[in-house]
């Protein structure tokens, strides 16, 4: 595959519309505040999905702290292991096994190294400590920790939960520029667990819980979709269209111009979108 690339050339190219100074200047006001109008709605709904976030954590925090529970750490009770890697170029396209990497599956594999399914925490990069739970007879590469407990003690489906809001994984995450974490900075992380009938209980409530929390997430998702697709229809407006990695060419096409014959705002909107569509 080759790399898209925006030349002096193919700038010179393309055919834009070019109404008086005045007219530019009056559609761009209108995109700005119509862009705004959604950018307001946006936030919004983020602001109720960040809400809904907060308030699954605290439930599921909640149900996992009670009276009589036994305390231990994470090292105590679990093996935590990387597996092997494996390179992007060794995984088949048609492959027989599903290959799991930080954040899920990542292609298919000819063999599997886990034949039953595992919980697994992301250890590398952006998404440090996000939770999955690998198919069973799958491959897991070493970008996702393995995440075994005891079964006599504790169920996978319980320390799924401890994972996803029962513990502070931000204490095991090191490194700014790479984060990650290791197993030696889970193994310290105290938690407590109950009796496994007592386990199940809990599991049973929170997934109820986590099912109705997850429809309205779902629920803000589709809300800001429907506003956005209103607000592009109503108004027949065009898509944002970033082009911050072709700045250079805007500064080029100032300089030329210099606002004599072309709003620079009127170009970005107007490029932004024809380049994009070609």
Same mark, same amino acid.
């Given at each position: 595959?080759?790399?898209?690339?925006?030349?002096?050339?193919?700038?010179?190219?393309?055919?834009?519309?070019?109404?008086?100074?005045?007219?530019?200047?009056?559609?761009?006001?209108?995109?700005?505040?119509?862009?705004?109008?959604?950018?307001?709605?946006?936030?919004?709904?983020?602001?109720?999905?960040?809400?809904?976030?907060?308030?699954?954590?605290?439930?599921?925090?909640?149900?996992?702290?009670?009276?009589?529970?036994?305390?231990?750490?994470?090292?105590?009770?679990?093996?935590?292991?990387?597996?092997?890697?494996?390179?992007?170029?060794?995984?088949?396209?048609?492959?027989?096994?599903?290959?799991?990497?930080?954040?899920?599956?990542?292609?298919?594999?000819?063999?599997?190294?886990?034949?039953?399914?595992?919980?697994?925490?992301?250890?590398?990069?952006?998404?440090?400590?996000?939770?999955?739970?690998?198919?069973?007879?799958?491959?897991?590469?070493?970008?996702?920790?393995?995440?075994?407990?005891?079964?006599? +003690?504790?169920?996978? #489906?319980?320390? /799924?939960?401890?994972?996803?809001?029962?513990?502070? =994984?931000? @204490? &095991? %995450?090191?490194?700014?520029?790479?984060?990650?974490?290791?197993?030696?900075?889970?193994?310290?992380?105290?938690?407590?667990?109950?009796?496994? +009938?007592?386990?199940? #209980?809990?599991? /049973?409530?929170?997934?109820?819980?986590?099912?109705? =929390?997850? @429809? &309205? %997430?779902?629920?803000?998702?589709?809300?800001?979709?429907?506003?956005?697709?209103?607000?592009?229809?109503?108004?027949?407006?065009?898509?944002?269209?970033?082009?911050?990695?072709?700045?250079?060419?805007?500064?080029?096409?100032?300089?030329?111009?210099?606002?004599?014959?072309?709003?620079?705002?009127?170009?970005?909107?107007?490029?932004?979108?024809?380049?994009?569509?070609?």
């Amino acid at each position: 595959a080759t790399v898209d690339t925006l030349t002096i050339k193919k700038l010179a190219s393309v055919e834009i519309s070019l109404p008086p100074l005045a007219e530019q200047q009056r559609i761009v006001a209108k995109l700005d505040a119509a862009f705004a109008e959604i950018d307001r709605a946006i936030e919004i709904e983020e602001a109720k999905e960040a809400e809904v976030e907060r308030l699954k954590a605290s439930l599921i925090s909640s149900l996992l702290t009670s009276e009589g529970m036994t305390a231990s750490t994470l090292g105590e009770t679990c093996r935590m292991y990387q597996p092997k890697t494996i390179s992007t170029k060794e995984m088949v396209a048609d492959g027989d096994y599903v290959v799991f990497g930080a954040n899920g599956i990542i292609g298919r594999y000819n063999k599997y190294n886990h034949e039953h399914e595992q919980l697994l925490v992301t250890c590398r990069g952006a998404t440090c400590g996000a939770v999955n739970i690998s198919h069973p007879k799958s491959w897991i590469t070493g970008n996702a920790m393995v995440i075994q407990p005891d079964a006599a +003690k504790v169920s996978m #489906r319980y320390m /799924e939960y401890v994972f996803r809001g029962g513990i502070n =994984l931000s @204490k &095991a %995450i090191t490194g700014s520029a790479q984060p990650q974490i290791t197993r030696k900075s889970l193994e310290p992380i105290a938690f407590s667990y109950p009796s496994l +009938k007592e386990q199940e #209980r809990v599991v /049973e409530a929170l997934d109820v819980a986590s099912q109705k =929390l997850e @429809k &309205a %997430i779902e629920h803000t998702r589709v809300n800001k979709a429907i506003f956005f697709k209103r607000e592009i229809c109503s108004n027949n407006l065009f898509l944002k269209r970033s082009i911050v990695n072709n700045i250079q060419y805007i500064i080029y096409i100032h300089a030329i111009f210099k606002d004599q014959f072309i709003n620079i705002e009127y170009f970005i909107l107007i490029f932004g979108y024809v380049y994009a569509i070609k």
